[in-house]
């Protein structure tokens, strides 16, 4: 006999709703017809470990970077093709692990910001995530995400993939009170039980409770609805090649929903494995951990890019990290649990070709607590930005909420 805690294990995906109440779509059926094709999207990407912004963008032009880094410091450009920074204003430059970017950047599609993060002091992986998922920094409490916040009240019938992060569970930011979906491949998104699917669907269908007889019958079309996707042939486009591992497929994924025109707003990737206390670069810039993992993050991302091609017109996405690194190496070539940190912004509609933010200095005296990259830009200021002007949300003060919003403290990555 099959059971509902049966289909919970098989299902593979999870759904999130208001409060603590189960978690499950829309509660109205999705027709493909009421969907606006073509619709802004964002999507989040969050470097979960504390990535080392200083080594990613690096701020060549600053004697003292190398002075506090003599041994796993990026050289300043023209010194080696393989291990140099490449030339972006004249001071900063970006890992040579991250060349793949450098053709957006030039052509004004990739934005940086430097010396931006979480004006709270915590050096907690958990705790840092947290208050920057939750968009409220120091605040424990807040209910929901900010990207969850940031989608505005749909007028007709919502789309049951409005929402989506690619994994096995729902990320912070994206929990609150619109209905959104955790799905950790297109492949496993059925209920794997031989037979069992028109049962189940039955069996919520003849129930007295009105919550489950409505979770069941979104929880279907959801199935239906990826099931379809899943059935298309798909090949990414435009010569665009992701690499093998879990971040290149997850943005692909996010690639063919949007392609697709099934409604997506906002998506969430993530990809761990930022903090290199120990052997963060080798005997050269372009070997060690950091190296490696920008290596497959940056391809990533231009494959991304590559693929949606003119369809970039429509989609902006962000990167961000916990916090950044200290600017003094430690004794095992690597960095500690530090403070500012950089963001990239990568869209059609993007002002990039430059890096924003108002560079604090490396001097003893200009670090934060003496051992930190300081902050000049808050990263809800960022956020905010693309909530505004992309998503078209005004709402700032409900997406970040007890944060003094003003758009006179954006950076201006996005046209006004």
Known sequence: ???????????????????????WLARTVFAETSVSRRKKVLVAIFQRGAADGLNIVVPFGEKNYYRLRPTIAVPPPGVSEEDSAIDLDGFFGLNPALKPLVPLYRSAHLAIVHAVGSPDPTRSHFDAQDYMESGTPGRKATPGGWMNRALAPESGAASPVRAVAIGPTLPRAMRGGTPALAINDFSGFEIREPGAAGPFETMYQ???DSLLRGAGRETFEAIRLLSSIEKRPYAPENGA????????????????????DVGVEVAFVDIGGWDHHVNEVGPRASVGQLPNLLRDFGRSLAAFWQDLGDRMADVVLVTMSEFGRTARENGNRGTDHGH??????????????KVYGDWPGMETEQLYEGRDLNLTTDFRDVLGELVLRHLGNPNLKSVFPGYAADVRKFRGVIPA
């Open 340 to 353: 500012a940190n950089v963001m990239f912004v990568m869209g059609g509609d993007v002002r990039g070709g």
């Open 1 to 23: 006999m099959y059971t509902r805690r049966i289909f919970l294990k098989n299902a593979a995906f999870a759904m999130v709703g208001v409060g603590s109440a189960p978690v």
């Open 206 to 208: 003849a129930t007295s």
């Open 241 to 260: 090649s992701y690499p093998g591992g879990r971040f290149g497929q997850s943005l692909q994924q996010i690639a063919r929903l949007i392609k697709a």
